[in-house]
């Protein structure tokens, strides 16, 4: 069964395409040889019209492979496959070492995105995969935040930390916060990734948290929450 909704379960880019609603045929195509012999999959659709989650009804999950105990392991094995791989789109992405953490007696693997760039990795912005697995190894439902986009050769001419740190608190008009935390990651627009700051500031007058999204080459301040 095939679902497109404007619910997300994962966070989608606030600059997504509103024209971008149907599902993209290769994610079509695949989930539809999923369904030959998966029973009862379901998967949700974003608003680039990628699978961003997949659901089996049936008790047997989603992969058949036999569970050795470890969910780390199984989950590594099912996004190895070629369902996972193609349904997701996950041939070209890279991932740093998963963690898992009990829901209830089920486990859930999660992934974060990454981004080498001349031997250095750099997360990528909202880039997740989650793994749901129950007590007897079966996966039940798989979350997708996969970030596309073609990859700078290089992350040279970029501003500071402290130039970034500095360039928000002038946005929001404070000297001086109670904490502060800058961050360089990978972030996807279009069809790139593009080196940017994430900085998060902590002001004490008034107490509030203020996040920013300030892009590594220029300055710039592409997002506030």
């Not at 970030?147 to 740190?165: E, L, M």
């Amino acid at each position: 069964m095939l679902r497109s909704n404007n619910e997300h379960l994962v966070p989608v880019l606030s600059h997504a395409d509103p024209a971008a609603l149907d599902p993209k045929q290769p994610y079509v195509r695949a989930v539809t040889g999923i369904a030959a012999h998966v029973t009862g999959v379901q998967a949700l659709f974003d608003n680039f019209g990628r699978v961003r989650s997949l659901d089996a009804t049936d008790l047997d999950g989603l992969f058949d492979q036999a569970y050795l105990g470890d969910p780390i392991v199984h989950a590594d094995s099912y996004l190895a496959s070629e369902d996972a791989r193609k349904s997701l789109g996950l041939q070209f992405s890279e991932w740093f070492a998963a963690t898992t953490v009990p829901v209830g007696d089920d486990s859930c693997v999660t992934y974060r995105q990454k981004l080498t760039v001349e031997g250095e990795e750099y997360p990528v912005r909202n880039g997740y995969l989650q793994v749901f697995i129950d007590s007897a190894g079966h996966i039940y439902r798989v979350n997708s935040s996969v970030r596309h986009g073609r990859k700078p050769t290089s992350v040279d001419n970029i501003i500071s930390a402290d130039d970034a740190i500095t360039a928000c608190r002038k946005h929001i008009s404070v000297q001086s916060c109670q904490a502060e935390r800058s961050s360089l990651l990978m972030s996807s627009h279009g069809d790139r990734f593009d080196p940017c700051y994430e900085v998060v500031l902590t002001t004490h007058a008034p107490r509030k948290v203020v996040k920013f999204l300030v892009k590594a080459s220029t300055g710039k301040i592409l997002h506030v929450e």
